[in-house]
Nanobody
Framework: QVQVVESGGGLVQSGGSLRLDCVVSGFIGSINAMGWYRQAPGKERELVADINSGGTTNYADFVKGRFTISRANAKNTAYLEMNSLKPEDTAVYYC?????????????WGRGTQVTVSS
């Protein structure tokens, strides 16, 4: 079984910064991609950014230039550095990972961490 745990959310003023951490543990095997998604009240869950095993990154247009995703493969950890935060960034942020272990391919989600940006 693969576990995903996010941390680092909180309340911040508009223009502020936060860093989210995502730690993957369990029968990990080989991790492929790690990504951050978010879901605001009444809205669909949407991709924020992801990064593959080779370090190639992909960002949603609404965070380009403000957020940075990175990963530490040796720690099975992904990070999301969020700068110039806006009230519209308020959402629950979820970490997702996919890979392959002895049981086959997996796709796992964390429970999410709340990010609230006040105006």
């Amino acid at each position: 079984q693969v576990q995903v745990v996010e941390s680092g959310g909180g309340l911040v003023q508009s223009g502020g910064s936060l860093r989210l951490d995502c730690v993957v543990s369990g029968f990990i095997g080989s991790i492929n991609a790690m990504g951050w998604y978010r879901q605001a009240p009444g809205k669909e869950r949407e991709l924020v950014a992801d990064i593959n095993s080779g370090g190639t990154t992909n960002y949603a247009d609404f965070v380009k230039g403000r957020f940075t995703i990175s990963r530490a493969n040796a720690k099975n950890t992904a990070y999301l550095e969020m700068n110039s935060l806006k009230p519209e960034d308020t959402a629950v942020y979820y970490c997702n990972t996919n890979g392959r272990n002895w049981r086959g391919q997996y796709d796992a989600w964390g429970r999410g961490t709340q990010v609230t940006v006040s105006s």
